[in-house]
């Protein structure tokens, strides 16, 4: 094998060969690490993106608790009220073996916008950003008008969906769940979110309508522009970039911030090169306290974040760095999406306001040091041509990948000069790891005790300061060998 950096598709095994990873499990086995085991911690950490389940429903059907019962814990606010769950919840599930993402969405409030443009802005949401729905309805009020409003999207959107006929207690109740045949998604599935009834059979058909592997396969797909999502705070100059990058007026902009309430792709040529960048409504502070148009579109900016392969967020300059710039900033973090930093309104800056901002740079956006940063002028256009540059820096980095044997001889290094501190009269340290897959890149180290925070921070930045990885976060995960000896 070429012992060199390389971006490269995912494998059978994560993203190992087939020969690196016969190799990498007698490595494993001489440390004294289960070959299941050691499958099962590549698996996880090369996963990629999940598999997405939204669950969606008029308020006060039981969704949340529904979500508590597939997670299996407590976690989702429940109150014996409608619209408790305003925001756009993930939390990770498993069933039968197999792991996917659970979105919980808030119940559509009718009296918003009218109740056919609360329930698109809602269920459009929930749906462009999953791969399958779970639709949930109250068998003891049976479909209403709200329910047969979302059916239309659902066939729309031609997503799998299954029907959850919930508040079913009893065999009573069955005669209830029947009457929803006449929605004509299919079987209804009647289910006890509160006492477990009937789950399981439900998440059976979850399984069978979810992929494998998520259907999204970003940019890279033969001939498919890379998708660029263009974020940040409303009107930081996110339509006017557009704008200036097209060369033309392809998005409105007003001075009042928050024009912009659907996202708008724009296939754009930048340096001989066609991308897809979406201009995304502003994100504001508290999204639990919006209302209307801004709340819905600060969801849909969250799916176009999910949608994209690299996030540029801009900054307005002339202002302090917000923590609404850091929310943002850690939401495409968090989504694993290549991430350029791009402070507008620079042709504003007087050279006081350029030195205060170098230190909020430094002190506010520490946490982001490795993302490629550009200082530009929507207005004007100045510098605008660093911007591709910047974005196929993020793009190469957030690919990368390294051979394992070139990462356990770089590990080796580091156990040997910076061993991990000793903790209880005890010195854990990396025995050995591997990369488990790209975009962005995913290490699992395996490990004779627990590793410290800190240590992890520490072993990423040495990761960075060797291999670059310019522009994308990094997941590292870590097994602990269990003690050998015991007797069972």
Known sequence: MNDQIQSGDEHEHGALGDAEYAEFMELAAEEGFDAEVVENAIGEAGHG?????????????GKSTLVNRIIGRREAVVEDKPGVTRDRVTYEAEW???RFKVVD???WEQDVLGIDAS????AEYAIEAADAVVFVVDSTVGATDTDEAVVKLLRRAGKPVVLCANKVDGPSGEADATALWSLGLGLPHPVSSLHGRGTGDMLDAVLEALPEAPAQ????AVGGPRRIALIGRPNVGKSSLLNKVANEDRVVVNEV????RDPVDELIELGGITWKFIDTAGIRR???????????ASLRTAAAVEKAEVAVVLIDATESISVQDQRIITMAVEAGRALVVAFNKWDNLDEERRYYLEREIDTELAQIAWAPRVNVSARTGRHMEKLVPAIETALTGWETRIPTGRLNAFLGEIVASHPHPIRGGKQPRILFGTQAGTTPPRFVLFASGFLEHGYRRFVERRLREEFGF???PIHISVRVREKRGRNK
Do not use: I, K, S
Not at 217 to 220: D, I
Not at 257 to 260: D, H, I, Q
């Open 49 to 61: 993106p999940l598999p997405v389940l939204a669950v969606v429903g008029r308020p006060n059907v």
């Open 96 to 98: 039968a073996g197999r």
């Open 105 to 107: 969405t808030g119940g």
């Open 119 to 122: 329930v698109a802005a809602q």
């Open 217 to 220: 396969t970003f940019g890279n």
């Open 257 to 260: 911030a928050g024009t912009t």
């Open 286 to 296: 508290r999204v639990h306290l919006q209302e209307g148009a801004d709340y819905y």
């Open 470 to 472: 310019e522009g994308t």
